[in-house]
Nanobody, 116 residues
Framework: QGQLVESGGGLVQAGGSLRLSCAASGSIFSINTMGWYRQAPGKQRELAAT???????NYADSVKGRFTISRDNGKRTVYLQMNSLKPEDTAAYYC??????????WGQGTQVTVSS
């Protein structure tokens, strides 16, 4: 079995920045797509950003120009650099990794709170 471990969440003022990290451990290999999703209280989980093995990225319109997703394949790690944070970015952020055998793995979530 394998697991994803996230870090980097916290409390920040509006306009500030945070960098999230998510590292795979154990038997998680041949990772195709890595991504970050978020879920605000009372709302459904939504996609924030994804990145393919080849480096192609996709962003939700709400985060374009402010968030940057990147990955280190050797470290089996995905990052989310979040700049110009807004109160509406407040949510639990979850990383997801999909392997070449189409298995999905989710992290436990890390809380991001942006104060106005």
């Amino acid at each position: 079995q394998g697991q994803l471990v996230e870090s980097g969440g916290g409390l920040v003022q509006a306009g500030g920045s945070l960098r999230l990290s998510c590292a795979a451990s154990g038997s998680i290999f041949s990772i195709n797509t890595m991504g970050w999703y978020r879920q605000a209280p009372g709302k459904q989980r939504e996609l924030a950003a994804t990145i393919t093995r080849g480096g192609s990225t996709n962003y939700a319109d709400s985060v374009k120009g402010r968030f940057t997703i990147s990955r280190d394949n050797g470290k089996r790690t995905v990052y989310l650099q979040m700049n110009s944070l807004k109160p509406e970015d407040t949510a639990a952020y979850y990383c997801k990794m999909t392997t070449a055998s189409n298995r999905d793995f989710w992290g436990q979530g890390t809380q991001v709170t942006v104060s106005s």
